[in-house]
């Protein structure tokens, strides 16, 4: 009976709960998984209706199939309508109760924002994994709502604005992985309240400020990592305390001080990368006892002082990077226990003493990085031991001896770089067992004997260096076989007797320097079978015969320099069918007859140097065609006649050398032959025009010419008297009537002068050019001409006089004036200052402030004066150029777009500070001209598209900087060697580029030294930026905002090879500096 009443006592509360369900009003509600799936689902259709529709998308099976209703008459039956429940969706998942725990849509091509995603709606998701996306924009802070998740994964997108604070309210959360997309400002403190947090991905955004202390905090925390972003400051002690970190990854930041001393106590620690920062003093004691390290890399920082012994420690070392430190004292012989070491680089530090022979332990060693120290001393012979290195580079040290013979057990070895050192003896012939050998340096030594034939064994050499060393006999014919070889450098060295025609056979060659040597006889015509030649030297020699015509197939060459030979005969007219040369030196031979008009076809030549030969005839009046020509040497021959005045065309012209000639007749008017130096012009019969005291004036020819020119020039006095009265009238009137249309109609002087009176001014500049005459002319360009005027005041300004404006189109006219009124306001420093116009029917002119050193193309064109333009004076000039562009581009209102960059009108004061000229108005100069590329470039500068389009934008301009950045950093105009680069042109040219496997360092001015340790990371930063700005497609190349930004951050790039080791390519694969 107990037990009934007891059962009956427990069944009542049961059942009222029973009724309360079925029987409760509306206003009593009880949860259940139904009710919860349904929000779920309409909560992920409303988010799926805010993508951006694609194919993707429709494969994302959220709804139900068609269903049929027997009994239904109503057609939309059979449409697919939701389905109430999304656990079986695509990438989606739920518990046990139903509800939605897990959502994967990794890699699913999605794309769109966050915003309509209701984090409220998913109250038990555990797991959230969007990588791999499109998704774009913020992180909405309401994503604090998933409570219960553990895993986030927002990686690879292109998300944006700040990390949320709110994130760290998901106490429950153990993988944070939000790397690779586009986050900025500061890693928000409260992620250290995420005290379960086991992995924090940050790596690759664009966070700045502090590594925050409160990281700390998350002592469960085993992979930290934050590299590739902008961090700055210390590295806080409180990383000390992560006791559970295994990898801990800070690399390519901006962190500064001192490497703490407690990152010691992170005993578990396999991976610690610091590398490219500004980090300082001591590598802490401390670090050489974290025994389970397996990867250290603290490279491309600030470190100082020795490598202490007891790195003996980290036996489990497989990575030890410590280059481009200032490290010094001796290589500890302690570094040879680390036997499972497979990665060694110490270079670019200031280590001594010797190559510890113990480094011959270190069998699997695979990248051996010891150049660009002060190490002194044999190669050890036990590098021989170490049969699975790759990499083996000593260059740039101080190295004595022999090359070690059992250097040819390396047989896995495909780079070795001993360049630079003092080594001498032969080439061991043990080198010809290195057959997987892709790259062989060995320049710049002491090394003598022959160069062993069993090299032509090394049939997978892609670059064969040896030059300025003292290696005689003959080049061996073996070195045909290398069908794979790309750079062939022999120069500077005793070798001697013919070329070999067996070098016809390694077709793939680009560059072939065989300068300064003691060659003989004839130029193989084989030769013509190199097609993909882009350098050819052979300068220095004693070769003879004729040009071969089979030069007339290398159609890719751009470099080409025969000086110093015997060659007689004509010079080949085929030579004009290289439409790629920017450089052709046949100096110091025995050519002789007439010059072939035919050059008149090298568009793109810089350099032409025809001196000491025996030519004869007229100089051709084609060659004025030759737009590009920038150094003319043609002194030291037979020639006759006059020169030409079409050379009078060629306005980048700026180095000229006619002596010892037989030329007379007037001078070209242009600055290269006006400037030009006595000993530039002697030895010429009969040259007349305005050079100093040097040459006699030209007479006037007959009383005709006398005549006209007395005619002339009272013309011009009446004209300039009639112009004074008109003007004299207009200014009465106006004083009277302030009638500005009449005084305009009447000729009326526009003139605005900064600080001075314009009628004044108008008059002195008149006199001081005695009218523009052609003496005081310092250039010609599309537009006009260029004087130097020294004004009464001492000051000199450089004033353009434009071709004719007034036309009788009097909106055009006004339009013109009116933008000069614009630009005579701009401020910038590195803008030559417009200070003012003047427009009138007789002439019409600007002025501008006058720089010392004139323009950065006559600059580069000479050597000794590109000589003073080291590396640091080169940079400047381009973040002055990028400085000035991105002013115009994008603080100027409307904006202003140049149009026309080019080393031409990059101007240099006497500090060598850049100035942009010629800015805004080129739209206005030339309205009626049907050579469109007049009004928008110059031939070798315009961006790709103009060739197919009118349209020109700053992106036009931004082309035009990037042409100009290589042309300071090479030394000449790069031409088309970097036309594909990386930019997937289908062109055939581009498979005949050198440029993707050529060294960096070969890209380089040769002229002047290598950049120092402090000056690659801004070089090879100008230079990627360079490729990043003449991308053919516009939308891709960057702002010219972005690239002053980069500019004047302390942001460059670091290479994780030496200068002379990266090549082209490998610097374009490195992500950064797009649109």
């Not at 940079?875 to 100027?892: F, Q, R, T």
């Not at 309205?927 to 790709?944: F, I």
Request: proline share 5%; charged share 15%; aromatic share 8%.
């Amino acid at each position: 009976m107990t037990s009934l009443t007891s059962a009956k006592i427990c069944f009542l509360p049961y059942c009222l709960v029973i009724f309360l369900y079925v029987s409760s009003p509306n206003w009593v509600a009880f949860p259940s998984a139904t009710s919860t799936s349904h929000t779920e689902a309409k909560a992920l259709l409303k988010w799926k209706a805010s993508l951006f529709p694609n194919q993707a998308l429709n494969n994302l099976a959220w709804y139900d199939p068609p269903t049929h209703n027997i009994n239904a008459t109503n057609s939309s039956s059979t449409n697919p309508k939701p389905r109430t429940s999304p656990c079986t969706w695509t990438g989606v998942s739920c518990n046990s109760a139903g509800s939605v725990n897990r959502i994967d849509l990794s890699n699913r091509g999605i794309q769109g924002t966050l915003h309509e995603f209701s984090f409220l709606s998913f109250p038990n998701l555990e797991y959230l994994n969007l990588s791999l996306n499109k998704l774009f924009d913020a992180i909405p802070p309401q994503i604090s709502y998933l409570s219960k998740l553990h895993h986030l994964d927002l990686s690879r997108n292109n998300l944006s604005g700040r990390i949320p604070p709110e994130i760290g309210l998901l106490r429950n959360l153990r993988f944070l992985r939000l790397s690779k997309n586009t986050l900025l400002g500061e890693i928000p403190n409260e992620i250290g309240n995420l005290k379960s947090l086991v992995e924090l991905y940050l790596y690759e955004n664009k966070l700045n400020c502090s590594v925050p202390r409160s990281l700390g905090n998350l002592t469960s925390l085993t992979h930290l990592y934050l590299y590739d972003n902008k961090l700055s400051g210390l590295i806080p002690k409180e990383i000390g305390n992560l006791k559970s970190l295994i990898d801990l990854e800070l690399s390519n930041n901006n962190l500064s001080g001192l490497i703490p001393p407690n990152i010691g106590n992170l005993i578990k620690l396999n991976t610690l990368y610091l590398h490219s920062n500004q980090l300082s003093g001591l590598i802490p004691k401390e670090i050489w006892n974290l025994k389970s390290l397996v990867d250290l890399e603290l490279s491309n920082n600030n470190l100082s002082g020795l490598i202490p012994p007891n790195i003996g420690n980290l036996i489990n070392l497989n990575t030890l990077y410590l280059n481009d430190n200032q490290l010094s004292g001796l290589i500890p012989k302690e570094i040879g226990n680390l036997k499972s070491l497979v990665d060694l680089a110490l270079a670019f530090n200031n280590l001594s003493g010797l190559i510890p022979p113990i480094i011959g332990n270190l069998i699997n060693l695979k990248f051996l990085y010891l150049n660009e120290n002060k190490l002194s001393g044999l190669i050890p012979n036990e590098i021989g031991n170490l049969k699975s290195l790759v990499d083996l580079e000593l260059a740039n040290d101080n190295l004595s001896g022999l090359i070690p013979p059992n250097i040819g057990n390396l047989i896995n070895l495909k780079f070795l770089g001993l360049s630079f050192n003092q080594l001498s003896g032969s080439i061991p012939k043990e080198i010809g067992n290195l057959k997987s050998l892709v790259d062989l340096w060995l320049s710049y030594n002491n090394l003598s004997g022959l160069i062993p034939p069993n090299i032509g064994n090394l049939i997978n050499l892609n670059t064969l260096y040896l030059r300025k060393n003292q290696l005689s006999g003959l080049i061996p014919k073996e070195i045909g076989n290398l069908k794979s070889l790309i750079g062939l450098k022999l120069q500077y060295n005793n070798l001697s007797g013919l070329i070999p025609p067996e070098i016809g056979n390694a077709t793939q060659i680009n560059v072939l320097e065989l300068s300064s040597n003691h060659l003989v006889g004839l130029i193989p015509k084989e030769f013509g079978k190199l097609s993909l030649l882009v350098k050819l030297m052979l300068n220095g020699n004693q070769l003879s015969g004729r040009i071969p015509s089979e030069f007339g197939s290398l159609n890719d060459l751009e470099y080409l320099d025969l000086s110093t030979n015997k060659f007689s005969g004509s010079i080949p007219s085929i030579l004009g069918d290289l439409l790629k040369l920017y450089h052709l030196n046949l100096s110091n031979n025995k050519l002789s007859q007439a010059i072939p008009f035919k050059l008149e076809k090298l568009v793109q030549l810089n350099d032409l140097d025809l001196s000491h030969n025996s030519l004869e005839g007229r100089i051709p009046s084609e060659m004025g065609s030759m737009q590009s020509l920038v150094t003319l040497d043609l002194s030291h021959n037979n020639l006759s006649g006059s020169i030409p005045s079409s050379f009078e065309e060629i306005h980048g012209l700026s180095y000229v050398d006619i002596s010892y000639n037989h030329l007379e007749g007037p001078l070209p008017n242009i600055n290269a032959f006006r400037e030009a130096l006595t000993e530039r012009l002697k030895g010429n019969k009969g040259l007349c025009g305005k050079v100093g005291a040097l040459l006699p004036p030209c007479n006037a020819h007959g009383s005709k010419n006398h005549h006209k020119v007395i005619f002339s020039l009272l013309a011009v006095f009446v004209l300039v008297f009639a112009l004074f009265t008109i003007v004299f009238v207009i200014v009465q009137r106006k004083k009277k009537h302030q009638d500005t249309k009449q005084n305009h109609m009447h000729g009326e002087i526009s003139f605005s002068v900064l600080n001075f009176d314009g009628k004044s001014m108008y008059e002195e500049i008149i006199r001081a050019t005695e009218d523009f005459d052609s003496t005081y002319c310092i250039g010609k360009g599309g537009h006009g001409s260029v004087y130097r005027v020294n004004l009464s005041s001492e000051d000199v300004v450089a004033v353009k006089k434009l071709h004719p404006l007034w036309d009788g189109e009097t909106e055009f006219q006004k339009e013109f004036l009116n933008e000069v009124r614009a630009l005579t306001e701009i401020r910038h420093r590195n803008i030559v200052k417009l200070y003012g116009f003047c427009a009138h029917k007789r002439h019409s002119f600007l002025v501008y402030g006058y720089l010392e050193r004139g323009s950065l193309a006559a600059m580069l064109s000479k050597d000794e004066e590109a000589k003073e333009l080291g590396w640091s004076k080169r940079v400047n000039i381009v973040k002055g150029l990028a400085h000035a562009l991105s002013y115009m581009h994008h603080d100027c209102l409307p904006p202003i777009v140049h149009r026309d960059i080019s080393s031409k009108n990059i101007l240099l004061d006497s500090e060598y500070e850049a100035y942009v000229s010629d800015f805004g108005t080129a739209k206005y100069l030339n309205p009626d001209s049907t050579n469109w590329t007049a009004a928008a470039g110059t031939y070798g500068y315009m961006a790709p598209e103009l060739a197919y389009t009118m349209e020109v934008n700053e992106k036009c301009d931004v082309y035009s900087f990037g042409v100009v950045t290589l042309e300071i950093i090479m030394g000449s105009h790069p031409g088309d060697v970097f036309s594909s680069l990386s930019f997937g042109a289908s062109s055939s040219s581009s498979s005949a580029s050198p440029a993707p496997e050529m060294p960096i360092s070969e890209v380089l001015d040769q002229r002047i030294s290598p950049p120092t340790k402090q000056e690659v990371g801004e070089v090879v930063t100008l230079v990627k930026i360079a490729f990043a700005s003449l991308n053919p497609s516009s939308p891709c190349r960057p702002t010219m905002k972005k690239v002053s930004q980069l500019l004047s951050s302390t942001q460059r790039l670091h290479l994780s090879k030496p200068l002379h080791m990266t090549t082209c390519g490998e610097l374009l694969a490195l992500d950064g500096f797009t649109a």
